[in-house]
């Protein structure tokens, strides 16, 4: 078999005609299978399921350049244009799922002569079509088509109310004592003789970090908790109840029920006993800490009663300073850019068996880096790493499917999309690009697979977290950051600083899990019922799940992305952590790279894709179910 080759993406000056005509190219081709699914539909099981494959083929190709150009593009005319595409796409896959005489096509298929894979593809796609409501009256199937398509553009503007939504604060050069001197010349003042900082991550996480001026960081703190404010707050209430309605239709009492559904956790109330039970595990913790941090924070206001974000992020980075003797300004000059991002490739490479070659390839901005995948020196896939922000770029850190994986079809093909500075990192920085980087992986190492649907990180929305999560612990262990972690000297980040910084990271663990429960309950919360106020919302549940308070005249549900994305469902995080946890205890701590043990895993958690439930993935790798004990230890410790 020849070998197999990425798609080739347009020059800039032709991107505009290159997205519409080519998804609408996609959009046209499954349009004639559609057709001819339907005129013949008496091939063998094996066929007809063949063919409806070919179908999702033509529209994820298609679905994919679409979602990467409407978030990526430097453009706003092509960002538009794939956000048009998308929806035209959108509208018919909503179709689609409600055709009932494909579905009775499929729903005749007889399973008995087919393997697994094939049967379990059925079975999913029987699923998704009794889910999109392809069994209900005209006028209900009438409406949910109409519903779906008013989603998808509360949705998109959702994302771009955020994207663009940009906001700065503008201060004097005083005003930022204690920022890193590399931070500070990046940043000259202007001809008024002040200081622009915007709310892009490269500009605010330094800033709340290092800062010593309360003013600058409150000031700060209340740009960021308010981007896409006043806009989003009518855009949610307006999504939010659109998924109701949609549940509702289809018999479920709320949209996370719904959501929930086809999910490891199964309905919207174990959601919330799930969100209680690590509240309830992280209390300690978070006390004992937060008690830490307030004390510390007295020292320069003796009357504080409490602390808030605008100061937790400087006051944890004083006491990791202080009492781990961890200075993160120190840390970052062993983390140049260039550097981290080489070094995740080698640690990447060695730790799965791959190596990753400079590819020749036009992209859609001069900033973005591609590699093609090799394993044992035949391609396997190609990677984009745009990792730099600009204006109109998605503003957040996530991984992209540009194209799904098909055996001897197509290579599978994924984008990295994050906002990091050019020059030093900050290491919570690092273990985000390793985090992400672990989705591009399974997007990767996943993408050989007979059925679209089961390529690539293609498992259960609350286990995709997991690999990635695990594979964090690569950007803590000293061995690994030794490989990388170099100052402009030359030295080595010693092995007892990356201790200490392990033991600093964990100061703070039990009220960040506090957090991220707040945040989950939020996401679950705002799905179950009708609110009329949600920053009310936000505030409420801050007071119960946080341990730190409200900040007053902020509006964080405008900004938080996830809620889009992720709907009633962001405590997949927490609950991919749990596995996570559980899965990295099967490594050798003393040895990571062991190729016995990350073949393994390789083999049985990531190249299935979504060939198994993840419960079995999981099992098939540590030999038995998973469970919260490993989390429960870390959390304790």
């Known amino acids: 078999m ?51 494959n070919d179908i999702h083929i033509a529209l994820a190709d298609a679905a994919g350049i679409a979602g990467v150009y409407s978030e990526a593009d430097p453009s706003s005319a092509v960002r538009d244009a794939a956000e048009a595409a998308m929806q035209r796409l959108d509208a018919f896959s909503t179709a689609l799922g409600m055709d009932r005489e494909v579905f009775a096509i499929l729903d005749a298929v007889d399973p008995s002569g087919l393997d697994d894979a094939a049967r379990r593809f059925l079975d999913r796609a029987l699923r998704d079509f009794r889910r999109s409501g392809v069994d209900r009256d ?9 519903l779906a398509e008013l989603e998808l553009k509360a949705s998109q503007e959702h994302s771009k109310n955020i994207r663009e939504g940009v906001r700065s604060i503008t201060v004097p050069p005083e005003a930022l004592a204690g920022m890193p001197q590399d931070w500070l010349d990046a940043h000259p003042a202007g001809a008024d003789g002040l200081v622009t900082v915007t709310t892009d991550y490269p500009d605010a996480i330094p800033l709340v970090t290092f800062c010593s001026d309360a003013s600058t960081r409150m000031a700060m703190t209340l740009e960021r908790l308010n981007v896409a404010w006043p806009d989003n ?17 289809l018999g479920y009492a709320t949209w996370a029920d719904y959501d929930a559904e086809v999910k490891m956790i199964g309905n919207a109330s174990s959601i919330g006993e ?29 009357d504080a009663t409490d602390i808030t974000s ?42 799965f068996g791959i190596d990753f070659a400079p590819a020749d390839a036009v992209t859609w901005h001069a900033d973005v880096a591609a590699y093609d995948v090799l394993r044992d020196g035949t391609r396997v896939g190609r990677i984009y790493l745009d990792l730099h922000p600009r204006d109109g770029k998605f503003k957040h850190a996530a991984q992209f499917d ?13 984008v990295l999309l994050c906002n990091f500075g050019r020059g030093l990192m900050e290491h919570d920085e690092v273990v985000t690009l390793f985090h992400e980087f672990g989705h591009l992986i399974h997007h990767v190492l996943g993408g050989d697979q007979e059925w679209i649907t089961f390529s690539g990180v293609a498992t259960e929305w609350d286990f995709v977290e997991a690999p990635s999560q695990m594979l964090e612990e690569w950007a803590w262990d000293a061995d690994v950051l030794a490989t990388f972690a170099t100052t402009e000297q030359g030295e080595t980040i010693p092995a007892e600083l990356v201790a200490k910084m392990r033991r600093a990271d964990d100061f703070g663990k039990g009220f960040q899990a506090r957090t991220q429960m707040f945040y989950a309950a939020l996401s679950l919360n705002l799905h179950l019922r009708r609110y ?30 996830h809620l889009d994305g992720y709907s009633s469902g962001y405590y997949t995080y927490m609950w991919s952590l749990v596995i996570a946890k559980d899965m990295f ?12 043990v990350a073949g393994r895993y390789r083999d049985l958690v990531l190249v299935p894709g979504g060939r198994k439930d993840a419960a079995d993935l999981v099992a098939d790798f540590l030999g038995r179910p998973y469970t919260f004990d490993a989390y429960a230890a870390w959390l304790a410790e």
Not at 2 to 29: F, I, K, M, N
Not at 334 to 346: A, C, H, T
């Open 585 to 596: 205890s099967a490594f050798d701590s003393a040895d990571l790279f062991d190729p016995q």
């Open 274 to 302: 799930f969100i209680d039970k690590i509240t309830v595990a992280a209390a300690d913790s978070a006390e004992r800490h937060k008690a830490v941090l307030l004390a510390r924070f007295r020292q320069d206001v003796p």
């Open 233 to 249: 707050d009518a855009v949610l209430q307006r999504l939010l109840e659109l998924r109701a309605e949609h549940a509702k239709l």
């Open 138 to 146: 005209d006028a209900t199937r009438a409406r949910l088509t109409e």
């Open 402 to 414: 540009l194209r799904g994986g098909l055996r001897g079809r197509q290579l599978p093909e994924g």
């Open 2 to 52: 020849s070998e197999l080759h990425p798609q080739t993406l347009p020059p800039a000056d032709t991107a505009l005609d290159w997205v519409t005509s080519t998804c609408d190219g996609g959009l046209t081709r499954a349009q004639g299978l559609v057709e001819a699914f339907k005129a013949s539909p008496s091939g063998s099981a094996l066929e007809t399921l063949q063919a409806w």
């Open 310 to 351: 605008a100061d937790l992020t400087y006051y944890s980075e004083l006491v990791r300073k202080e009492q781990y003797a961890v200075d993160a300004q120190l840390v970052r000059t062993y983390f140049s850019f260039e550097k981290v991002r080489q070094g995740l490739l080698e640690v990447t490479g060695r730790l």
């Open 532 to 561: 009329d106020d949600l920053t009310a919302v936000v505030r409420e549940l801050q007071g119960r799940y946080s341990v730190f308070p409200y900040v007053p005249d902020t509006h964080f549900h405008c900004s938080f992305g």
